[in-house]
């Protein structure tokens, strides 16, 4: 039963085939919700720790149905409910969303989408920006003052339509506060229910352990893929040391390891359409060099009879059993694609000859734009 829902959602796949969100002004609509009632049962896929929380092997990145990000056209406020409740209909179990994404928008579009099915999800949001919870303005900076984080998390229930977080993060280290006080707050909001498990995003490994230590985290999300696999020597291991769950973000590369971008791909230069367009690892002079990955992860697609985007993804999950990653994605095809990866087993002698493969390759260009990037470098 198991392996031919898997069969049918790979086969359904095949066939198919930021952090810093840009703002455009809220607008609140409604939709209506016509989800059928619903089997609780995740059948289709397995299911990982992050720390204590049980989730699906894969989640849902949910910021590209609030923001333009990638050179698509935005989702319509329905198409985006739709594709979150296809998600869960699918077996994905893990939300992923955030008060920046929009902003607001991915917020209210998650919150619609799940109510038919939100005590069986993992629901998981970001706080950490300097955003006006009212207008939505923001500063440009960064804001974790106690005050702030428990006024965003009020406003972030209403959003999503819901009485409690299952998992909040600190979407980036703010300098200006320590991160004890905004472990102190978060355990503020954990006694009065509204926040149950939390996080930290882009985050190094001292503020990592800091912050353990004063209120256990369930898990760290940062950018972790083919593309970019900097966070294997400091973070990772120190998730794996305190039991705390790594979410990879953009996994996928913004798309780049989904096999429809080459060196021929030019990008809008407006970051408010395609991030990609400001970002150097996809200059056309980078993208010269890093063919060369796009193209050993399509061999290696080809021999396992899956597509280069399920071949990613699995290579990720088999790192660590508490690695969960989130591709985003606006279309029902690529959800599917995305969640075939579940069923590829990457075996050990496979894995040591891809990595001889991958370790010739040389990434060129930084991951995200320096004034970007800065906002992680906290250590
Ligand atoms: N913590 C942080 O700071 C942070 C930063 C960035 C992102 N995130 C989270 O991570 C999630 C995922 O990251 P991401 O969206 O930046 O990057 P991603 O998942 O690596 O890639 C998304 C891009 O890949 C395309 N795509 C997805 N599946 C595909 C498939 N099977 N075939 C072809 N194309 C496919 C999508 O296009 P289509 O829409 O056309 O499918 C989109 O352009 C976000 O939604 C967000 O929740 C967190």
Sequence with gaps: ????????????????????????????????????????????????????????????????????????????????????????????????????????????????????????????????????????????????????????????LQRLQTDRIDLLYQHRVDPNVPIEEVAGAIQDLMKQGKVLHWGLSEAGEQTIRKAHAVQPLTAVQSEYSLFFRGREKDVIPVCEELNIGFVPWSPLAMGALAGYIDENSRFEADPGKDLRGIIPRFTPEAMQHNMKLIQLVQKWAKRKLCTPAQFSLAWLMVQKPFIVPIPGTTKVHHLLDNLGADDIQLTADELTQFHQELEAIEIVGLRLPEAILNFSEAK
């Design 1 to 156: 039963m198991v392996n031919h829902a898997k069969r049918q959602l790979l086969k359904a796949g095949s066939l198919a085939a930021l952090a810093l969100g840009i703002s455009r002004p809220a607008i609140a609509t409604t939709t209506t919700n016509t989800h059928p009632p619903i089997s609780t049962k995740n059948n289709i896929l397995s299911q990982r720790q992050l720390g204590h929380l049980t989730v699906s092997a894969l989640g849902l990145g949910c910021q590209g149905l609030g923001q333009n990000m990638y050179g698509v056209p935005q989702p319509s406020r329905q198409q985006a409910v739709h594709l979150v409740q296809r998600a869960f209909d699918h077996g994905v179990r893990f939300f992923d969303t955030a008060e920046a994404y929009g902003p607001f928008e991915s917020e209210r579009i998650v919150g619609e989408g799940i109510k038919p099915f939100r005590n069986h999800i993992v629901l998981a949001t970001k706080f950490g920006w300097d955003i006006d919870q009212q207008t939505g303005q923001r500063t440009g900076g960064l804001n974790s003052r106690p005050d702030h984080i428990k006024q965003v998390v009020d406003a972030m």
